[in-house]
């Protein structure tokens, strides 16, 4: 079978792009012939490496797949204007750069956001007359305009009917979470149509230790409450801050935030307005190291904005965070994160309204009135178990492979 993966990120990217590049590989190694068509490397920080500046075009292989890397504008996290240009390059430079790919695909698989790669997916497997898979990891424009990173306008309206559109032309719909899933069913797409396929998570997570992260940083003796990812839009890391501030007075606690984003700095100036000193913020990091900092940390934390489509988020993170065996707070509505930790092992949760909520759980698990170690390795055997990337790739596959898709 011969599949053309569509997606504007791709590595070395680091983030949630890993997923596509775990499960490509997957296909690969199970003999089938996988092409990906995507953009010259810049995300998050909008640089694009030095041998691919100035291209067009771009061709390399990465294990055995064949990337196909097209023009597109830079553009870091905190330039989402830029972006959304980005987005519209892309389309128009990949699209050319599709002609240059010889042969036939059995399958096209775009994956979405952003909702340009899902209409260049529908554009090429007309041209190609393949089968289209889409695969959505977030809903837009609905979700962007619940977050607040896009506003309501003719322009979301028409991103709307335009995905309405492909949704009803895809053969099938791969979601990442049961709550997307039951969205499509709720919308009109059916059933057979569509499948639940999480990201999991690699050995190189459920095997890691803490490499020092806690000398390097001078945690040694503090109990470290732990974030790590994307400070945008889609989170409520303000009620962190609140509870590093009520727990300011004992030593003993430190707040860490590693990454970036676009509201980073919002966050940063939060805290150096509350003078505080059990805070710190540490830059993006490399994804090798991250599950060293996750298993460095006492209490892994993750917060949502508290909006409906929050339901049906599942973050990629957690995965990552159960898999280094340490206990997790999370604020959210009641979500399918939620019931998730719940079914793993335990759901320790607050309100993002309602900071102290978040600080009485850091006390009560330095306490020890909470077992976070039994907890965390509930959560390890949980993903070890049940949610390797392996074994939803072999899923996804299947999906692949046969005419139908079990839910």
Known sequence: MK???????????????????????????????????????????????????GKFFYRENMDGIEIIRSYVLPASNDQPKKRMIGFVTFLCSS???????????????????????????YIISRIRRAKLVLEIRDLQPEMGVQYGSLKASMFTRMIKKTMNFIYQKAWKIVCVTEGLANWMGDHGIPKDRVST?????GHNFIDSHSNGIRKKYGWEDKFLILFTGTMGTVRSLEPIIESARMLADNKCYHFAFVGDGQCRKAYEAQAKQYNLTNISFIDLQPLEQIPYFLHAGDVLVDSLKDVP????????????????????IFGSPATEAT??????????TFSVKKPEQLATLIQDLYQQKIDGNNLGKRYHEYVKTHHSTEKWARRY???????????
């Open 397 to 407: 596959l299947d999906i692949l492979e046969n005419n139908h898709s079990p839910r």
């Open 95 to 121: 699209l050319i750069n599709s002609f240059r790919i010889k042969g036939r695909f059995d399958i096209v698989l775009a994956s979405s956001p952003p909702v340009t790669s899902a209409v260049l997916g």
């Open 3 to 53: 599949i053309l993966l569509i997606t504007q990120h791709f590595p070395p990217e680091r983030g949630a792009v890993r997923r596509l590049y775990e499960f490509a590989s997957h296909f690969r190694k199970n003999g089938h012939d996988v092409t990906v068509l995507t953009a010259m490397p810049n995300y998050p920080d909008g640089i694009i490496p030095r041998k691919y500046r």
């Open 309 to 328: 489509f929050a339901r049906s988020v599942l973050p990629v993170k957690m995965f990552e965070y159960m898999a280094a065996g340490k206990p997790i």
């Open 339 to 348: 019931r998730f930790l719940d079914k793993a092992g335990g759901a320790l």
């Open 197 to 201: 396929i999480k990201s999991g998570v």
